[in-house]
């Protein structure tokens, strides 16, 4: 009888315990307790807890039904006797196209989806023309017009903005106020993180997604006219396959389940340290590598350039961490 009081006595102590270890997601704490547990990468301050809401519309963009599986069936077009190179970064490989270059703002809106998507069509696009071509596709087009693709700046469906390209097309425009097409992004990037820049808060914003208008809004050019078109999509989840598409025809997008240390990612080699779920987020895989023994694919994120290496992550390849090799998809540009 002793001893239950004692039980009972110390798991409430065990209890407290565990309450007090359960710091904010964004909290400097919670950084530290990071940095101890992550062997291979390192945690710092990018957002400040009153943007947590915030934070979780960014990594929300990829609905919780969007998982490929059993949507699309996997492919394996390619012969995997060819050899691929230890490291790839599509940047390096194709430095004369801007797209690939470009590093992407979503602002405040659950638009990864669109982004990854569009980015990965406009590096195509510019690849299949030996880096001649320099055609953005329209994020503003895909996040506002494709009903099917889900609610634009509320998170939507990766693998229906590539049935768009391919059924609809997808005119062309980059960058808010890029002068790259038909229809530029309309949201001002904003600031995602905690060093100060001379781009707004993006807690002075709060979009809803941008009503679709079936015009340019650039002058001179014709909505028709400036339409893009994909060939058939295709879902790719084993590693060589994945390196292999990207060798031949370009990155590729994917998505993965977000885990709340995501956000505060500086450098290395991310593996979640958490297990708490805070939402689905697309990117785009631009290549791949080997760091200090941990294979990684290399990530063009869509928070700007001031968060990780560059707007970059290096994430952990090989595993299937989170999702991210079971969620790729990509369709080559029609011409
Ligand atoms: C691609 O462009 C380069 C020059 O930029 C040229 O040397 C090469 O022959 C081209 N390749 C093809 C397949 O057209
Ligand atoms: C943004 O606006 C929506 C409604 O339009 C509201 O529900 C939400 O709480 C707002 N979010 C923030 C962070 O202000
Ligand atoms: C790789 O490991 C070495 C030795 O442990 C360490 O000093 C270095 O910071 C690591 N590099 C990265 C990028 O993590």
Known sequence: MKCLGICVAL????????????????????????????????????FDIEDWAKVKRMVSGVLPDARLKNKLPVSAPHDVTEDVPDTFDAREQWPNC????????????????????TAAMSDRICIQSNQTKQVFVSVEDLNTCCSDCGFGCDGGYPLEAWYYWQNTGIVTGGLYQGNQGCKDYTLAPCEHHVDYTTRPQCSAL??????????????GLN???????????????????????????????????????????????????????????????????????????LIANSWNTDWGLDGYVKFVRGIDHCGIESNVVAALPKV
């Open 11 to 46: 798991s409430v102590i065990a209890l407290s315990a565990a309450a007090i270890l359960d710091f904010h997601p964004l909290s400097d704490e919670r950084i530290a307790q990071i940095n101890q547990k992550a062997k291979t990468w390192k945690a710092g301050k990018n």
């Open 98 to 117: 801007i797209s690939v270059q470009t590093v992407w703002d979503q602002s405040d809106c659950g638009s990864c989806w669109a982004i990854a998507a």
């Open 206 to 219: 709060n979009y809803t997604t941008p009503a679709c208008t079936k015009a340019c809004s650039a002058s």
């Open 223 to 297: 909505y028709e006219e400036s339409l893009t078109f994909g060939q058939e999509p295709i879902n790719l989840a084993e590693e060589l396959q994945i390196q292999l598409e990207i060798i031949k025809s370009g990155p590729v997008e994917t998505s993965f389940d977000v885990m709340d240390d995501f956000p505060t990612y500086k450098s290395g080699v991310y593996e979640a340290t958490s297990s708490n779920y805070i939402g689905g987020h697309a990117v785009k895989i631009a290549g791949w590598g080997v760091e200090n023994g941990s294979k990684y694919w």
